[in-house]
């Protein structure tokens, strides 16, 4: 096929000199969609990585790999990253770019958008093209799920969460081109990043958790949230929370699963006082076996759920882990 169009372009970051999955997933999207309309992947890659890490994203699908490796690039700095970014993009003219709704992604995408007056959708759970070759980016609202295009303006620009999209296949056969970016000339930054001291995570990580306990609103207090961590000890659970938990204060927005969080695929899913919103719900769409404890019977959280129970959690949830200890 031959690669006429204008590319689809991924932005990837790394940490101690790792591409996070996300980026190689999106990749993978990128690869995907491209093939469709004859179009490239190519990646923006910032920081140095090893040659393997190269390798990796050349056989994961990049054609083109834009390497800003040098130690500006170091540390995330949004103004140079969002320049070079534009200026590049402004010559190579991308059709679409993608970016993993990473704490990095998520602010450097409006940024972008913004300075290349396009259209951004933020936290996607599925991209696909239509019969014109516009991107449809889907995204839960309004109780389902709606698809947003943006018609007009380019580059299309989508977020997206990891574990929404499958790792690609690597094929080893798969080699590119790397064009070295220097950093832009000529701009004033007004914030800089000095130092990035990374916060050691506690406990099974949430995407990987075999059994991840979540918990809602219906907590009701810091102390009643508690009892809900208490469940997820005595399970070695993961401890997941909803956007109201978040906004409490109770658990930090690193435990949110779903649209605007992370997404998780355990064998076991126990979600409790929540009431099973959309932006919730897609977030644990991998989950094998899910448990809805609510004290409302008329909840919608047990119309998506393989088993209910009708139960005050602040009741139920201290019998059980009673039980569970013995
Ligand atoms: C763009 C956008 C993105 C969003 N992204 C996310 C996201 O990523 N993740 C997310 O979680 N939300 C997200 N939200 C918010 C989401 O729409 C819901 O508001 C949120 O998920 C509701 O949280 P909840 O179920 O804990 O609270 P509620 O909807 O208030 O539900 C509380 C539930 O607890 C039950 N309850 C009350 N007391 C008890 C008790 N004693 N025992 C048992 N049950 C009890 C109630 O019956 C009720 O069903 C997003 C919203 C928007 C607009």
Sequence with gaps: MSRSQSPVWVIAEQTNGIVPNVCLELLGKARELGDEIGAPAEVFLFGGVSKEQIKLLFHSGAEVIYYCDSSDFENYQQEIYAETVVRQA???????????STFIGRELAPVIAAKLETGLTAHCIDLRLNQEGILEQIIPAYGGLITIICPEKRPQIATVAQGVFPSPEADTGRSGNIIKIEPPRGITTHVQTLEIVRKEPEGVPLEEAPIVVAGGAGAGSKEGWQEIANLAKTLT????????????????????????????RPDLYIGVGLSGEQQHMVGISGAKVMVAINNDAKSPVFDQVDFGIVEDCHHFIPILVKKLKE
């Design 237 to 264: 659970a993961a401890l997941g929370s909803t956007r109201p938990v978040v906004d409490e204060g109770w658990m930090d927005l690193e435990t949110m699963i779903g649209q605007s969080g992370k997404m998780v």
């Design 90 to 100: 402004k010559e190579s003219q991308p059709q679409i770019i993608f970016l993993g």
